[in-house]
């Protein structure tokens, strides 16, 4: 069973940006697509981003596509996202997942089964 612990959130200003780190422990990353997701007070969480094992496939929602940029190290057991032109919309608590199981890149809740405690991003106007 892998454990994920989520960093790099924080205070911004509109336009600017945040690199938001998930380090794995207990298992390869490399054994998982993984993927970022983010919710606000009294929504659902929503899909942000999802990469492929070998890092060889992503998928972005729309709302952060050309802003956003998933990736990962393997060998450091880490995957990362890259936020940047950020908007006060893209405020919410952020949460890696993962998912050792499917062949396909995921984009819902249901096809990750391993999730960190989240890390908050706020971004002021």
């Known amino acids: 069973q892998v454990q994920l612990v989520e960093s790099g959130g924080g205070l911004v200003q509109a336009g600017g940006s945040l690199r938001l780190s998930c380090a794995a422990s207990g298992r390869p990353l490399s054994s998982y697509n993984m993927a970022w997701f983010r919710q606000t007070p009294g929504k659902e969480r929503e899909f942000v981003s999802s990469?492929?094992?070998?890092?060889?496939?992503?998928a972005y929602a729309d709302s952060v596509k050309g802003r956003f940029t998933i990736s990962r190290d393997n060998a450091k057991n880490t995957v990362y996202l890259q936020m940047n032109s950020l908007k006060p919309e893209d405020t919410a608590v952020y949460f890696c997942a993962a998912d050792p199981y499917r062949y396909r890149i995921g984009v819902a809740v249901h096809d990750y089964d391993y999730w960190g405690q989240g890390t908050q991003v706020t971004v002021s106007s």
């Open positions: 990469i492929s094992r070998s890092g060889g496939l992503t």
